[in-house]
């Protein structure tokens, strides 16, 4: 069974930097993708980014590019979503997610997701 847990949240002033991580267990995920979506107050949950973990290709939303890389590092198993420049409209909690049949059919469709983290709180003060 695979396992995410996420870490690094907090609360930020705008304009500051945070780094999330999620420590992946319980498969190979060679052929697997890992990504990031959050989910506001009162708001569906969205997609943040992505990579295939194999080759290490990254796909963004449109209101993070730029501002957030995702990274990961196979040996330690780790995903991370390093966020800069970072705004109010940014406060969410933010999950990890992993995509065993790869993203190719959709990098962004949550259900393509099968396994998810408990959720780490990222607060933006203006």
């Known amino acids: 069974q695979v396992q995410l847990v996420e870490s690094g949240g907090g609360l930020v002033h705008a304009g500051g930097s945070l780094r999330l991580s999620c420590a992946a267990s319980g498969r190979t995920f060679s052929s697997y993708g890992m990504g990031w979506f959050r989910q506001a107050p009162g708001k569906e949950r969205e997609f943040v980014a992505t990579?295939?973990?194999?080759?290490?290709?990254?796909y963004y939303a449109d209101s993070v590019k730029g501002r957030f890389t995702i990274s990961r590092d196979k040996a330690k198993n780790m995903v991370y979503l390093q966020m800069n420049s970072l705004k109010p409209e940014d406060t969410a909690v933010y999950y990890c997610?992993?995509?065993?049949?790869?993203?190719?059919?959709?990098?962004?469709?949550?259900?393509?997701?099968?396994?998810w983290g408990q959720g780490t709180q990222v607060t933006v003060s203006s």
């Open positions: 990579l295939t973990w194999a080759v290490g290709y990254t």
């Open positions: 997610a992993a995509a065993p049949r790869g993203i190719t059919t959709g990098w962004s469709t949550r259900s393509n997701y099968d396994y």
